[in-house]
């Protein structure tokens, strides 16, 4: 299994920025597919962005330019680059490993952008 804990929330105004990161513990056989998802308030959960073990990525159409998404599969870390963040982007961040074998969760981040 792996675990995951992320970092790296907290409270920023419209415009700024936030890095999170997601640590992964444990071990599988396969390689995964790491997700970032956010659930906001009284919303239902959604992907915001993937990266897959070979670096390919993949975003939701309302924050493509403005996030990034990276993995350092040395480290077993992956992070998430919030750039001109906007109060709808406040939710619950949470890193998703995912393949055939697995799919861990972490517990999640909370950001919270103010206008």
């Known amino acids: 299994q792996v675990q995951l804990v992320e970092s790296g929330g907290g409270l920023v105004q419209a415009g700024g920025s936030l890095r999170l990161s997601c640590a992964a513990s444990?071990?599988?056989?396969?390689?995964?597919?790491m997700n970032w998802y956010r659930q906001a308030p009284g919303k239902q959960r959604e992907l915001v962005a993937t990266?897959?073990?070979?670096?390919?990525?993949n975003y939701k159409d309302s924050v493509k330019g403005r996030f990034t998404i990276s993995r350092d599969n040395a480290k077993n870390t992956v992070h998430l680059q919030m750039n001109s963040l906007k109060p709808e982007d406040t939710a619950v961040y949470s890193c998703?490993?995912?393949?055939?074998?697995?799919?861990?969760w972490g517990k999640g981040t909370l950001v919270t952008v103010s206008s």
């Open positions: 998703n490993a995912r393949n055939i074998d697995i799919d861990s």
């Open positions: 990266i897959t073990s070979g670096g390919i990525t």
């Open positions: 444990g071990s599988t056989s396969r390689p995964y597919t």
